[in-house]
Each structure stands twice: as structure tokens, then as C-alpha cells.
């Protein structure tokens, strides 16, 4: 379903924009805090007021591959069959480039069994917007943003 596409790619951008900005604390011994960042926003939604997403990305870009790891919950807002919260877990990646800009920053979030690979372009360490696989921008792009708690 593309909504939920939508949604769950949204909210894993946005998750490790947040972890790319730096962490709270570094390290995974004992007593050293593990980064963490929440982001936050509301999708559009055919057949419903909006998809409400929440995404925390764990570990920062120099975290090893198994530290880095996200959550994604998915609430319809409205939605006439009154669908059940969607919930992803898996881990990210920091990738650079994308169409428009070879500098810029991508988070792809590889949910962990069955599920699609999301993309978010990093704008500022305080707001994440779901792109393409082809990381190009959507056209209504300001409205697949999440911003940082």
C-alpha cells in the first residue's frame, strides 16, 4: 500500500536525521549513553485525515551497522476501516548524493524481515522529508517532512 510506504519512509528519515546530527553520548560501554532522536510528523493520506508518524533512530553515522537501528510507528488519523498502528524495526545507513545534489545527506532504513526500504533526505539536523528509491524529492515534498522532538 503506498500510504504505508509513505509513511513508514517518512518516519525512518526522519529518525536518522536526528542520529546524523551527533550523539548524546557515544559508545556502548557501560555508563555511556547510546544516541537517540525522535522525529515526528504527519503524512497525507487518501482516504483519511493523515498519517501520524513517529521514528527514533538509534546510533549515530559512526556507530557500527548493528548499532544502528530504527522504530517506526504508523497511526491513520480518520481513516473510514479504522486500520491498526503499523510498527517497523530494522537499521539504517548513511548514504550521500542524491539526484539534485551529490553532497546531500540520505538515511535508507532497511526494516528487519518483510517490509520496503525507505529513504530520507537529511535538509537540517532538525528535519527529515521521505524521497524516492532514486532518492529524488516528491513533489509535494514540505508535505513529507518530520521534524526533531
Sequence with gaps: MQIRTLLAGSAMLALLAGCATGPAGQGSEPGMETAEATFQGTLPCRNCEGIDLDVTLVGDAQSTPEERTFDLQASYRGHPQNPPDETYAGNWEVLNGTAENPDATVYELTPDGEGQVYYFLRLDPQTL?????????????????????
Design 129 to 149: 522529508e521521505l524521497i524516492d528509491p532514486q532518492r529524488r524529492r516528491f513533489q509535494n515534498n514540505e508535505m513529507l517532512r518530520l521534524k526533531r522532538l
